[in-house]
């Protein structure tokens, strides 16, 4: 006949609590592993058992806090300074070191920015001139591509495609005192790439384009006025950087129009360029929370600032760089993004 195991005898001792200990075989004691709520079947319990663990979490972070403000409070109090704030750890601020990062004391950068390619353009001795076109065989969203960036950039004229090779493109366009040419070109009915050539000497820098909203499909978008825009650029740090973010400048004429309240903003991040397209706007609302009246019994009016989005809006991404205009076969590239340069989350180029 069978009889019933006692509680205490052998392996039995192991169900007692989760935190008990067992000598294994070699004389060492060893703890039994942590139950995550990964490992509970019962949904239920697995509920239960994980908001208990992000309660406990939340309150020892709300105690971290409490006791970092006490600690910056009475270094105040005394007179010393306060413990130095913790900056959290981002792929930005732990990228890989790059010796062609700009620095302020480089003459040789400044040699170089003097005598490139854009400097008659932004020193206003030429006015920028663009042209724009598509590829051979576009679609309905290449043109409307092109018609919302003729509202965007200033001076900037679109030409038909027709069967006409590029070469002969950038001969007429050198011929009409274009300054710059942008082609878009179109892969299933989707604008995917960004060609833009310099005039008359280059450079020729390929983009592939993703995530194009057009202004009508914004929500609550405005219509952008003739005014010339006001130019950000943002994160081109290192010198290829700085070279592309001067050939995005040579678009726009330098004496921008702030009565028209519009703002262009190329913004680097990652190597990702995004484009976006602003105004921004003054409200003037009635201030509620404060008990002040003005003369005629009514609330305090004060200014709110907001932006409105004009679109349209795209990410551009840095493909090829070319010395002079565009030339596939004796071409000679100043840049060329390769597979093997994305072995790194850490290492950026622009």
Sequence with gaps: MGFKRKKGDGDGEEMESAGNKRPNFNGTERRRSVILPSMIKNKDKRAKVYAKQKHEKKVEKQKKIKARDAAEKQALELGEEPPQKMIPKTIENTREADETVCRPDDEQLFADIDADEFNPVLRREVTPKVLLTTCRFNSTRGPALISELQSVIPNSDYRKRGTYDLKKIVEYATKKDYTSLIVVHTNRREPDALLIIGLPNGPTAHFKLSDLVLRKDIKNHGNPTSHEPELVLNNFTTRLGNRVGRFFQSLFPQEPNFRGRRVVTFHNQRDFIFFRHHRYIFDVKE????????????????????????????TLKLVTLQHGTFDTKAGEFEWVHKPEMDTSRRRFFL
């Design 287 to 314: 201030d509620k929370q404060s008990g002040t009246k003005g003369k005629d019994g009514a609330g305090k009016e004060r200014v709110k600032p907001r932006l409105q989005k004009c679109g349209p809006r795209f």
